[in-house]
């Protein structure tokens, strides 16, 4: 079946201008209390934060707004991506799962005019700014909202391979060679206990990172920018794959538009 909302064009021209409304709003928002959170922990991380500009430019275009979060379109059809990841999981995926999301965090900033016109990315930046009774729904349902984002931007039909030009040469400097890093994120994503995600980051310092992280965490609370992430919460893969989270997350590499994401490394590294 043919999602007929979206199509590669329609999902360029909505990123391009979302893009160029998002930069603009969340540059506007970054005032004293933006600058304070720059030197305000989030938990304990050992890794640099990224500038919120860059943050901006990576991640905002995707979860643009206007009188409210939208569930963005698949930019492929429900079925692109098989036999990888069948058409009855995305459409649960994203018209259940992440327009529960998009919901969500509409109900709750819907008291809380004054946050609504700022977009997802500056919200979970700001995360510990951000009221103590909304504070939780933010964090869970914004980070649902932006992670699927960046899932269903990153993934398409003729995926997998590998990167080339200057990712490849990032990965392979990071990691020692592409194999090496699929292992390490493979490894991440295997071992996130219960529910949550696998990332590729670039921090602070320009270094890209795997890490994994509980839940709908967004490496954006910790001022990382997230370049390709795979979801392993069980609605991801369970219809198909049931318990088995190793074979889902194998046949995943097979999705990855690395094209997709280089362009996401070129735009958090500033180039
Ligand atoms: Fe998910």
């Keep these: 079946m043919k999602n007929q909302n979206a199509t590669p064009r329609v999902w360029s021209t909505i990123q391009a201008t979302a893009r160029s409304f998002s930069r603009r709003r969340f540059l506007g928002s970054l005032g004293i209390g933006g600058a ?4 305000a922990p989030w938990g304990v991380s050992a890794f640099a934060r990224m500038s919120p500009r860059s943050l901006a430019t990576l991640d905002a275009a995707l979860a643009a707004q206007a009188g409210g979060f939208t569930l963005p379109p ?3 059809d429900y079925n692109a991506l098989e036999p990888h990841i069948d058409e009855a999981t995305m459409r649960l995926h994203h018209d259940k799962h992440h327009a529960t999301y998009v919901g969500n965090i ?5 008291n809380y005019p004054a946050l609504q016109g700022r977009d997802i990315v500056d919200l979970l930046y700001h995360i510990n700014d951000m009221p103590e009774a909304i504070r939780t729904t933010i964090r869970n349902s914004g980070g649902g909202h932006l992670n ?20 490849a040469t990032a990965i392979n400097t990071a990691f020692g060679d592409f194999n090496t890093f699929k292992q390490r994120l493979t490894a ?16 602070g310092n320009k270094q890209l990172q795997v890490i994994s992280r509980p839940n709908q965490d967004a490496p954006v609370m910790e001022g990382l920018a997230a370049l390709v992430g795979v979801d ?3 609605h991801a893969y369970y219809l198909k794959y049931n318990n088995r989270r190793a074979d889902y997350l194998a046949a995943w590499w097979n999705t990855v538009n690395w094209e997709s994401v280089s362009k996401r490394y070129d735009q958090a590294r500033g180039a």
């Design 106 to 110: 509409n109900t709750a900033l819907a």
């Design 74 to 76: 698949l930019p492929y």
């Design 232 to 234: 392993v919460w069980e």
């Design 188 to 203: 991440a994503a295997t071992a996130q206990f219960g529910s949550g995600w696998g990332w590729l980051v670039l921090d």
């Design 148 to 167: 699927h984002s960046i899932f269903w931007a990153t993934m398409g039909p003729k995926g997998g391979g590998q990167p080339v030009g200057a990712l």
């Design 36 to 39: 304070a959170a720059l030197f």
